[in-house]
């Protein structure tokens, strides 16, 4: 994997059900460990904008990202990204991490009883696969980088938790937007 990546990472803010409408997705711009820049959009909860919307970070940042992190695949509830179709929109690697195990069925039997539309979108992604940290397995579903490569990414970037140091910042930053 080559030494100083751009990598935009990518996570949503907390919200409040059946109260707020909308909430943020948080891009972080890196080169290395170092932060070039923060973009923000919003998203409908439970919507089906979470994917222009990093489309939109991604451009926000002059689509100099080498790959695209992001803290899961579902963001704003059951607003849920098509990795695949992401990748190709892009053109750049995708890779989705969770520090605990997916729990698929718990999310397809809720798609079922309250958005069965989206179910679709949600099979078609990649499944997550295990990934040992100094820290504890991580999942991670991925599209366009190989298991070796996400293996240097974890690496090279995994410093406080199970999640590389980017994202685990994104989700640090996002978090504040909800206060």
């Not at 935009?8 to 891009?27: C, H, M, N, Q, W």
């Not at 640090?172 to 937007?177: C, E």
Request: glycine share 6%; proline share 5%.
């Amino acid at each position: 994997m080559k030494k100083n990546l751009r990598l935009l990472a990518i996570d949503d803010s907390p919200f409040k059900r059946d109260y707020d409408e909308t909430t943020f997705l948080v891009g972080l711009t890196f080169r290395g460990m170092t932060l070039e820049r923060a973009d923000k959009v919003r998203i409908t909860i439970d919507g089906e904008d979470a994917q222009r919307g990093i489309v939109r970070l991604y451009e926000m940042g002059g689509r100099e990202a080498n790959i695209i992190l992001l803290h899961g695949t579902t963001f704003a509830g059951f607003n849920i990204v098509d990795i695949v179709s992401l990748r190709r929109q892009v053109g750049v690697p995708i890779a989705a991490f969770l520090e605990k195990p997916p729990r698929e069925q718990l999310i397809i039997k809720t798609l079922e009883r309250l958005f069965p539309a989206k179910i679709h979108i949600f099979l078609s992604n990649p499944a997550y696969e295990e990934f040992n940290t100094p820290r504890g397995i991580l999942y991670c579903a991925r599209v366009g980088i190989s298991e070796s490569e996400i293996q240097d990414l974890i690496s090279t970037y995994t410093i406080e938790s199970k999640l590389p140091e980017p994202i685990r910042i994104a989700h640090i930053v996002a978090g504040l937007l909800s206060r």
